[in-house]
């Protein structure tokens, strides 16, 4: 934390910012601990910069102030930040590394996968290494390329590759309640006021 942002490594079965019903997300704790911390009395500004999926884990940057808010988007929009994931899956893919490349267009919390020129169909890639084969699963370490909806998820599964527990794009094997096996590990974004590079990591959770 510093006077423009905070990260934090966000659990899995939280949502990232409020949805508008009562269910608690990270967002809403951050806002409360800084409301304690500062003895605020009056709203907290406090805006993600990204989000990651409910049952998803791992780290999350938020913005204390709309200027940093909108240097730091600005960052990501011009390809100057990397997102790092590590997902334990349930088969193995072929190669030992690779490049997916595929084009998505997503629809009522679903993400599909479709032919090159469908309409609404975005540009989807990512890179793959094996860290580590197990008996509860596969490691993939995943460089993100391209920030889609469910991206990774649907990606993987694409490949028969499914992420544990993620039921929705085709697991059969359960994980942790509320949860799949995907974690936001490592990301790297330029400080908002001064330009320096930070690096942000997070333990990987997973035993295989």
Same mark, same amino acid.
């Given at each position: 934390?510093?006077?423009?942002?905070?990260?934090?490594?966000?659990?899995?079965?939280?949502?990232?910012?409020?949805?508008?019903?009562?269910?608690?997300?990270?967002?809403?704790?951050?806002?409360?601990?800084?409301?304690?911390?500062?003895?605020?009395?009056?709203?907290?500004? =406090?805006? #993600?910069?990204? &989000?990651?999926? +409910?049952?998803?884990? *791992?780290? @999350?940057?938020?913005?204390?102030? $709309?200027?940093?808010?909108?240097? =730091?988007? #600005?960052?990501? &929009?011009?390809? +100057?930040?990397?997102? *790092?994931? @590590?997902?334990?899956?349930?088969? $193995?893919?072929?190669?030992?590394?690779?490049?997916?490349?595929?084009?998505?267009?997503?629809?009522?919390?679903?993400?599909?996968?479709?032919?090159?020129?469908?309409?609404?169909?975005?540009?989807?890639?990512?890179?793959?290494?094996?860290?580590?084969?197990?008996?509860?699963?596969?490691?993939?370490?995943?460089?993100?390329?391209?920030?889609?909806?469910?991206?990774?998820?649907?990606?993987?599964?694409?490949?028969?590759?499914?992420?544990?527990?993620?039921?929705?794009?085709?697991?059969?094997?359960?994980?942790?309640?509320?949860?799949?096996?995907?974690?936001?590990?490592?990301?790297?974004?330029?400080?908002?006021?001064?330009?320096?590079?930070?690096?942000?990591?997070?333990?990987?959770?997973?035993?295989?």
């Amino acid at each position: 934390e510093d006077n423009h942002m905070l990260v934090v490594n966000k659990p899995a079965g939280l949502l990232t910012q409020p949805s508008g019903t009562r269910e608690d997300s990270i967002e809403m704790q951050c806002k409360e601990w800084i409301k304690q911390k500062y003895n605020k009395l009056g709203n907290v500004y =406090l805006h #993600a910069v990204h &989000r990651l999926d +409910k049952p998803v884990s *791992g780290i @999350v940057v938020f913005a204390k102030t $709309s200027k940093a808010l909108t240097r =730091l988007n #600005a960052s990501i &929009r011009e390809h +100057k930040a990397k997102k *790092g994931y @590590v997902a334990l899956t349930e088969l $193995s893919p072929n190669a030992e590394e690779g490049t997916l490349e595929h084009f998505l267009s997503h629809d009522d919390h679903y993400a599909t996968i479709e032919k090159e020129g469908k309409k609404d169909a975005k540009v989807s890639i990512l890179h793959y290494r094996v860290l580590k084969r197990g008996k509860k699963g596969t490691l993939l370490e995943i460089d993100l390329k391209t920030g889609r909806y469910h991206q990774i998820r649907v990606q993987l599964a694409e490949i028969g590759c499914s992420i544990l527990g993620d039921t929705k794009y085709g697991a059969r094997s359960t994980y942790l309640p509320n949860a799949i096996a995907l974690h936001h590990h490592r990301f790297e974004i330029p400080h908002p006021v001064s330009g320096e590079k930070m690096v942000f990591q997070s333990p990987i959770p997973f035993e295989i």
